[in-house]
Each structure stands twice: as C-alpha cells, then as structure tokens.
C-alpha cells in the first residue's frame, strides 16, 4: 500500500493508522515534490479498499494509487491559483453518491493556493461532508486566510527529503551514482526533482555558474545584464529533459486516441497539467539558482574579515527577497538584473 512514499515514516505511520478510523478530512502539509500526492492516492487507496476482501479489493488499490478509481476525485487547478469555480466543483462532487462503494474521496492539491473569496464555498462542506466523503488536502503551507479550513482537518506533515535518501533511491532506479549524488543535491528535498534532473546533465554546470555571480560582478549595469542573460538561457535549457517528457506523453496519448477516439481522452487536462509543471520547473530552478548564490556568500563569509561577513548579510537579504518575489510571478529577467545591481553595490 506505501511502498511508493519514500523517506517519509512518520507521516505513513499516521495515514495508516488514520485509514483504521477515518475522519472527514486530513491535510497534508510539506514542500513540493516530497510525496504528498504518492502518499495521498496510497491513502484513498486504504479508504475505498477499507470494505472489500481479495481481487476486489486489490482492484480498488490499484485503481486509486493510478488515480483511476472513479470514486476518487483529484481537482487540478487551470490557473495560477484555486478559482471559486474549482470550489463551488468541489462541493459538487461532494454532494454526489460514491459510484461503486460507500465511500469517495476528493483530493484536492495546492490548498495554498485557495483564492480568499473561494475559502467561504469550502469551509461548510469540508467541515460537514456528506457521510462516506472524505477530503485528502494538499499544501506546501497554511496561509493565514485559509487557517479556519485547516483547523477543520487532521494535518499530516511531510519534510523536505535527506540528500541521501534520494540519491540512494536514484541509484535503485538506475542512476549514476555521481549523477545520482548532483542530482539529490540540487533538488532541495524533492525525489521528484532530483528524477528529472538525474535526466540532465548540465545540472553541475548550472550550479557553478550561479555561484560565480559575485566574482563575476563589476558594479556595472550592463554586466549584470550579461549575466542575467546568460543564466536565463541556462534556465530555458533546464526545460529540455521536462519537455522529452511531456512529448512522451503526448505521444502515448496521440497513440490511444488513435485506437480510441478523441472522446473522453483526457488531452485538455494533460496539457493544462503540463503547462503547470513547465512553470513549477522553471520556478524551481530560480529557486536552485538562488540557493546556489546564496550559498557561495555563505562561503565568502565562514572565511571572509568583518566586511566580508556584513556584505554577505546584506546579500543574503537581498537573495531572500527576491525568492518571495517569485511567489508574484516577476518579470525574470527585471528582478535578476534588479538583484545583481544591488549585489555589485555592496
């Protein structure tokens, strides 16, 4: 049933011991990528299995953890945040009778990205489900507006995953150790993103050209314009092995609908999710970038004078700020260019 979520003991512990007795709702709370939806489909499975014996309830198991059940409900957001359309759906799907059992389960990823005006639609039916509903939450974390809903929920905590953990999994899988190793370290805790990176093999290069920006700074715009420039295209290339993917998949769907039809296919949400993964990926890789020139402060610190170690303080709040713009979705290439201006200064 949890052979799937790696690394991720105590929060299996609690599902399992929560599907024995299950509630109306659970919230699973950690940073992208850790297992939240591998866990939350194991979950579903343990729930809508929880009546039946044998080869039914293998089925139902199998069923869930590939998210074909059809009392399992998974709800992808279409845009950059979870719209009052998606919620009133909710509540919708909420309200119907479970097709093959007693029980249904809607599991709803990026809780914090839930619009304040679509919370009011959620809190009553998350609070009071019909009986046999029950509502599997995910969330990279709790922001204020949505902190009534939570409280409604059984919160499950998942952790960013150990580099080694990861990188042992990558290995099992195939990979390279060394190429395992970079890509463990440059996935900040995601076994999803470090498999995808143990895919590209310029990940080394990446990260040494984010950690040569403050040597490569000469107070100047149009150097730092430079080095914007480069970087970004270095960001653009991450896609690639995300883009093989997504061809891959476009390719097997083309190959089904042609045996198939075009009904029913599903081609609209594949490419809606792609388009959220391709965004999340590049997201990501500023991240990775920032955290890599942060880093090399950090070393300019542990062996640097007082100056040294007040230029990188300062550079380290300037870094800091720029993460939590991402969460705007800037102009990439005016909040790099906005940084590395600051940065020369100091």
């Known amino acids: 049933m949890w052979a799937d979520v790696v690394g991720q003991a105590q929060a299996v512990g609690d599902l399992a011991a929560a599907a024995d007795n299950p509630v109306h709702a659970y919230l699973l709370v950690g940073p992208a990528g850790v297992g939240k939806r591998v866990a939350a489909r194991a979950f579903a499975a343990a729930l809508l299995s929880a009546d039946l014996d044998g080869a039914d309830a293998e089925r139902a198991v199998q069923l869930a953890k590939g998210a074909q059940h ?13 719209m009052a359309a998606q919620a009133e759906e909710i509540v919708r799907l909420a309200s119907l009778s479970p097709m093959e059992g007693s029980r249904k389960v809607i599991l709803a990823p990026d809780f914090h990205l839930v619009e304040a005006a679509a919370a009011p639609k959620l809190l009553k039916t998350i609070e009071e489900p019909p009986a046999g509903t029950f509502f599997v939450i995910l969330a990279e974390d709790v922001p204020p507006d949505l902190v009534t809903i939570a ?22 899988e ?24 143990a895919t590209d093999p310029q990940v080394a290069n990446r990260r ?139």
């Open 70 to 82: 059809p009392d399992l409900h998974e709800i992808e957001r279409t845009g950059s945040t979870v």
């Open 151 to 172: 409280s409604r929920c059984v919160r499950v905590d998942f952790g960013a995953l150990p580099i080694e953990v990861m990188a042992e999994v990558l290995v099992a």
């Open 208 to 346: 040494e050209a984010w950690r040569a920006v403050p040597s490569r700074l000469d107070g100047t715009g149009a150097q730092a314009a430079a080095l914007v420039d480069e970087l970004l295209a270095m960001v653009d290339d991450a896609q690639l092995p995300l883009s093989d993917v997504h061809t891959r998949e476009l390719e097997e769907l083309a190959a089904r609908e042609e045996e198939n039809g075009t009904r029913g296919s599903g081609r609209k949400d594949v490419e809606a999710r792609h388009k959220r993964e391709a965004r999340r990926h590049r997201n990501e890789e500023l991240r990775f970038g920032l955290g890599e020139l942060a880093a090399s402060y950090r070393t300019s610190m542990a062996s640097g004078d007082a100056h040294q170690v007040r230029r990188g303080v300062a550079a380290l709040d300037e870094i800091v700020s720029a993460q939590r713009a991402l969460i705007r979705n800037p102009n990439e290439t005016l909040l790099l260019q906005a940084l590395f201006s600051k940065l020369s200064r100091l």
């Open 174 to 197: 195939g990979v390279d150790v060394a190429a395992a190793s970079e890509a463990a370290g440059a996935a900040r805790g995601s076994l999803e993103r470090a498999r995808l990176l």
